[in-house]
């Protein structure tokens, strides 16, 4: 019988100075060649267990247990910096989340690749360079020959992460373990970083390591799924029995947020708390109509949901107002090149003749990949910029013109969640000031103001004890509904949402679409919602519009732009969004 | 430290995934916490404390008056009567290094008040208008005339406004406070610009709050951590400029007790009584140690890489 790759015995994390473990009796084990995905949201405790794999565990955690890697004799746990170094990169390697942290910035890409090489000495030096060509021709790097010369800034955090890659299997590891490395880049790049781990992986033939927190993600390129949550492994399986079989009812739960097509009686994505409605991902491909049984219980246990039939606000406020609340007119913006001392940088258009228009109610998406033009266009909608040239008018004022004190009025009815929970609220400010801020701004009366940031805490779900926190007390989903809030307090027409989830954990990511679908009906708002993940946007848009170069490629209703794409990029984006149905397809 | 959120009325469940996270989360955070309470931040808190309780007790007893002298017992070393001894003129050394204390502190707190006062104003200015297409020149104007004046030796100007006005306390605290002003200006320039171009700052602009209070309620609480630590290193320095002004006589003058000026006096003694140069010049050690310790141990805490992403 073959010796297991890779053996995790009891392992428990504790860290220093404190009671509770963060990791309880993990347990796993790896066969050779074999590719497993390790699920859970982030604080499950699936980077730790990597990190224990590798021996890069902070000094202040201490662990139990034991680790086995063939090629090894004894225990991880316990060995020495060194024994660790030499098994690093020749018998288990990793590739980081952040391509742009975890490359040196001031290295050439093809030295960095040869460090690696030399290091372990493998190769005779004067094979090296080869060897690093040959290395990037296998992760697909486009141009290999001029690829070893740039600068990591000089590439797209695909490329990077191609290049984490390349170094990661520069010594044939036995074992590659991957901590999210596609939650960093775009779907599309996704796809094919995806496509290329699993090719790479399985021409090397090592064992793969794969851990997310995105179901979706993980069926196309492993065997069988290890879920994690709160420190402690929940369930093992193939993928298909993960998909098809979930027992354990948090797995159930992950399955049914990640989703996106799949919705409930009420029209809403399903959450851990609704999951048990949930029938699996559609098999047959485009019918989504929602279990009959499911309805029931969901009504029980979501009373905020149901009161409102899902279109009839939205098509009332279109219907009451003919005219476009928001009109983009073939709007330019060019970003001057300006160096310093006056050398002149070549200039950069970020928008090239966009022109849309948005009635009130409506529920646009804009979709495009990073660089695509999508957050210029925000902050020209949201008067924080002005277009180069062109037209945009936002209710009745015209942005490009519009004096000081008209673009104030224009943010007070137009506000913004923004992408980042973590970095987009103030840490030294209390969440009561946070949501106030606009209050203030607006003039409004201390007493009302308190009034009006209770209601809104309620609104999203938080409560008042909330009201005295910092940000940081706070996880990713709550910041965002603190966000959320702040953006809504004033009672702004218009919400503009720049990718509020993407930053998420995927069933956190259903709570919050969730929510700002309750909010966007109740209060009436027109929401303009930016995305790279078209999966997100076609469940909350009924229009969309798809951006590529600061162009606009294709819009039109969701439904539409779904079923028959016309343009390669839309199709494309559309292929690339990770789904249940297709990877389950894929597996199956 | 940080405490599990239980931000919700309705128990949503990713809220309690949440709390699960942040309670994982927690214990390692504050450990790491505690360990950045470290030895450098708790030696030079003991040496500043020393220095500060030397200064205040003078203020309620000394063994003797400062002035009081005993020709008798002149150039002595260390007794139960004068623990560290006496000088030339048969004044306590204790009392003096007690005395000098004060002047240390004074002359600390003065120069660090008017660099902190009006550089970081200045850095904030800048950075504010450094971020406006049209304010760059202002912003590079301010800089640079920064940068004539950090090019400038501290001492320099000290002995400049010492032949302009009488030389003494007052005018070498405010030489000392001019030179250090453009430590803080940097400091606060590259703190704003930092805050300014964070996401909170861009979620205040769209929510239409006035440059005037962001500068307040953003950039201020935001970068105090950088410019307390930088005030504490400016303290070491001050301490250590006054001490070299009084010491070429530039500075404090006589009858004033001051450690610099004690160290002057002492010189032509140094190979017969070496302590009398010894107790006030390591006072001034621990003081700038114990000032600098302080600044490291604060900038550990307030590194913004421990800040990023907590809890």
Known sequence: MAENLLEVRDLTITPSGADAAVLHDVSLNLEPGERVGLIGESGSGKSLTAQSVMGLLPEELHAEGRVHLQGHHGNLLEANEKTLASLRSDIVSMVFQEPMSALNPLMRIGDQIAEVLRIHGKIPRAQIPARVKELLEDVRMPDPDSARFAYPHQMSGGQRQRVMLAIALANSPKLLICDEPTTALDVTVQRHMLDLIAERVSAVEAGLLFITHDLAVVAGVCDRVIVMYRGRIVETGTVTEIFTDPQHEYTRGLLASSDLEATDGNGRLFTLKTALAYTGPQTSAGEDTPDPVGTETVEADDPAGGNIAVDDVGEAASARDSAPLIEVADVTRVFKGRGLFGRRRSDVTALDGIDFSVAAGERLGIVGESGSGKSTLLGILSGLDRPTTGHVRVGDIRVEAASSRSLRALRENLQIVFQDPFASLDPRMRVADIVAEPLIAAGVEKDERIARVEEMLEAVDLDARSLRRYPHQFSGGQRQRISIARALVTRPQILVADEPVSALDVSVRAQVLNLLTDLVEDYALTLLFVSHDLGVVQHLCSQIIVMKDGRIVESGATEDIYANPRQEYTRRLIAATPSLTDALGASG | ?311
């Open chain 2, 1 to 311: 430290m940080s405490q599990t959120p239980t931000g919700a009325t309705d128990p949503r469940d990713d809220v309690a995934v949440d709390a699960a996270t942040a309670r994982a989360r927690g214990p390692a955070t504050s450990s790491r916490q505690s360990l950045r309470l470290n030895a450098s931040m708790i030696i030079g808190t003991c040496f500043v404390t020393l220095i500060v309780g030397l200064a205040l007790v003078s203020f309620i007893w000394t063994p003797y008056a400062p002035s009081e002298i005993d020709p008798v017992a002149r150039l002595q070393s260390a007794s139960l009567a004068h623990p560290f001894g006496t000088d030339k003129f048969g004044r306590d050394t204790l009392t003096w290094v007690m005395f000098g204390a004060r002047i240390t502190l004074l002359v600390g707190v003065v120069a660090v008040g008017i660099a902190l006062l009006i550089g970081t104003p200045i850095g904030i200015i800048a950075a504010l208008f450094a971020k406006q297409s049209w304010g760059i020149w202002i912003d590079a104007v301010i800089m640079r005339a920064n940068d004539i004046l950090l090019a400038f030796p501290a001492l320099l100007l000290a002995i400049i406004f010492a032949a302009v006005f009488s030389p003494g306390t007052g005018p070498a605290m405010i030489a000392v406070g001019i030179a250090a002003i453009p430590g803080f200006a940097r400091v606060a320039r590259s703190g704003t610009l930092q805050v300014l171009g964070s996401e909170y700052v861009r979620a205040a602009r769209a929510s239409n709050r006035r440059v005037s209070a962001i500068a307040v309620v953003h950039v201020l609480p935001n970068i105090a951590g950088m410019v307390i630590v930088q005030a504490s290193v400016a303290f070491a320095i001050s301490v250590l400029a006054e001490a070299g002004l009084s010491f070429l006589g530039l500075g404090t003058q006589a009858p004033v007790p001051s450690w610099g000026r004690m160290l002057q006096e002492s010189q032509q003694f140094l190979s017969t009584h070496p302590e009398l140069a010894l107790w006030p010049g390591m006072f001034i050690a621990l003081a700038v140690l114990g000032f600098n310790l302080l600044g490291d141990g604060l900038r550990d805490r307030f590194d913004p890489k421990m800040e990023a992403r907590r809890g």
